[in-house]
């Protein structure tokens, strides 16, 4: 018998959670204002996804999913993308949202049930919030074949959960994108849980990012509390399909923070040990420690940020609120071209009528 093939996934780490530099920074790391720029982001995020939940537990925002934790996936995903590229996204990346251009006021708006919050003025190319798990994995890959049909240097970048990569769509998705070898990026971000299902529990797969492999896809490994490792990987892997030379999966290992959304109370099924365990290897306070080591940043700098994103969250905020509910019998507008008999009963009804 003879081994006529071997596998290997790569994992990489640049900053370890102590803020101590584990590898040679890459080019873009080396300059401590890159990395403020995505502090900043990061610390925006953290500030808008506490003032969300504080909304919706005043009974001023609808169910909400929080990215407390995520922030480095989203900042590394965000900044690396170009403008013209496609993000297809799930309820967990806000923050990519945000640095792609839309407003807090239209993310608050999604979250308050407002049909306007997917209609975000920019980017206007890419894909309203999926939260039918995987399903949008096809659709990145229906997206980067037309890319690719049209020769366009564009990538879409489809982001997804340790969850949805046990579905079927995620699968066929992947196949097809290896077979034809398009211009898509594929982000599992490995928050360790799918609701109160953990990650080991989900698959006997001892990375994610193996599941790539069987697609023929290269499948790689990074630390998503990492904001460079992210970046680099994305920076990589965009700039290989935009050359012409396919997928890339990049799994990153992070952690839900949070409860699943405010809906669910994580504390009946996750041990609190394990998330105290989690909250020392958060995002923010690694790059913090190693912007501070290099002389970039200061308690006076980041006061001042602080304050900086309160501000324009509670700007956003009031904004949001300011804004008139939409009609009730609008939500029977948007689905068919002619409504069905039982459906006008209900909206008649809806209109007192
Ligand atoms: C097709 C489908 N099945 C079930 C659900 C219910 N559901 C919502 S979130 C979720 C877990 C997803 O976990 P993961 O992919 O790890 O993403 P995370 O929530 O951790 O970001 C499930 C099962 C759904 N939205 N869509
Ligand atoms: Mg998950």
Redesign the pocket.
């Known amino acids: 018998m003879t081994v006529i093939a071997r596998f290997e996934v790569r994992h990489s780490q640049f900053l370890d959670e102590h803020g101590e530099i584990a590898a040679p920074l890459p080019e873009f790391a080396r300059d401590p204002q890159n990395l403020i720029a995505l502090y900043r982001w990061m610390v925006l995020m953290r500030a808008y996804d506490a003032k969300a939940i504080a909304l919706q537990r005043t009974g001023q925002l609808g169910t909400f999913?929080s990215l407390l934790g995520q922030e480095a996936v989203n900042a590394g995903v965000g900044s690396a993308m170009a403008e013209d590229d496609v993000f297809l996204m799930?309820y967990?990346e806000n923050g990519v949202q945000m640095m792609r251009g839309v407003t807090i006021k239209e993310l608050f708006l999604y979250w308050g049930g407002d049909e306007r919050g997917s209609a975000f003025l920019t980017p206007r190319r890419d894909f309203p919030i999926c939260?039918?798990?995987?399903?949008h994995v096809t659709h990145a890959v229906g997206a980067a074949y037309a890319m690719k049909l049209r020769r366009e240097p564009r990538v879409a970048v489809c982001a997804?959960?340790?969850?949805?990569t046990s579905?079927g769509d995620f699968h066929e998705g992947l196949n097809a994108a290896g077979a034809w070898t398009l211009p898509v990026v594929f982000v599992v971000?490995n928050?360790q849980?799918?609701?109160s299902v953990p990650r080991g529990t989900q698959s006997a797969a001892r990375t994610l990012a193996q599941k790539a492999i069987a697609a023929g896809i290269e499948g790689l490994q990074v630390d998503g509390n990492d904001v460079i490792a992210v970046r680099h990987a994305m920076d990589q892997a965009l700039a290989k399909a935009r050359g012409g030379g396919g997928p890339t999966l990049i799994e990153a290992l992070t952690y839900?923070l949070s409860d699943?959304t405010t809906a669910d109370d994580a504390t009946r099924y996750r041990n609190p040990d394990e998330v105290a365990e989690a909250w020392k290897n958060e995002p923010l306070q690694r790059l913090r420690t190693h912007l501070t080591a290099c002389g970039a940043w200061d308690k006076g700098k980041e006061d001042a940020l602080l304050k900086h994103c309160n501000e324009k969250v509670q700007a956003a905020a009031q904004a949001y609120l300011d804004i008139p509910a939409p009609a009730p019998e609008q939500i029977f507008d948007h689905l068919y071209a002619t409504l069905p008999a039982a459906l006008q009963k209900q909206r008649a009804e809806a209109l007192g009528e």
């Open positions: 999913a799930t967990r939260i039918t798990i995987a399903a997804l959960g340790d969850g949805a579905k971000t928050n849980w799918a609701i839900r699943h």
